[in-house]
């Protein structure tokens, strides 16, 4: 499935490193960047959401939060963003369920893995739609943050 800009962004409901759930509904009224991130620990995950938490000021100077999802377990999450330092929130689609709904979403990866979160950018507006959608092929790739930020300030 693929989402378009301009559709409804896919409801989620998903767990938090602290074991709470946490559905999209809870960030109506704001701007939301959505990242999809293959695997917690990996160099390029690793490189990009570092590059959110350095960067963090500026999302919230563009009045939007951002989320990281992966399909890691909350556990798994919990340790890397405490060993991370990261500061916003790392959800889990243990399940995979929203990685498939937005599209991000790997049925193979590498060392015959299945069932991986695509690295992916989307920003959803205040109202619950899609106003970015990057879905990268290469998981070695990062997200243009530069769009994602240029998109946020469109919707000030």
Excluded: H, W
């Amino acid at each position: 499935m693929n989402v378009t800009i301009g559709a409804k962004a896919p409801a989620f409901s998903l767990v938090n490193t602290e074991r709470q759930k946490v559905s999209l509904d809870d960030f109506k009224g704001q701007n939301l960047v959505i990242l999809f991130f293959p695997m917690a620990f990996t160099s390029t995950c690793t490189a990009e959401l570092c590059s959110i938490r350095d960067n963090i000021a500026t999302y919230e100077g563009l009045n939007s939060t951002v989320v990281g999802i992966s399909v890691d377990s909350p556990f798994t999450l919990k340790k890397f963003k405490t060993d991370q330092n990261l500061n916003f929130p790392l959800l889990s689609d243990f399940n995979k369920e929203a990685s498939p709904a937005y599209g991000a979403f790997y049925e193979q990866f590498m060392l015959d893995l299945k069932g991986v979160s695509k690295r992916a950018a989307f920003v959803v507006d205040k109202d619950g739609v899609i106003r970015y959608a990057q879905v990268l092929e290469e998981a070695k790739e990062l997200p243009d943050f530069e769009a994602v930020k240029n998109t946020l300030s469109s919707l000030q």
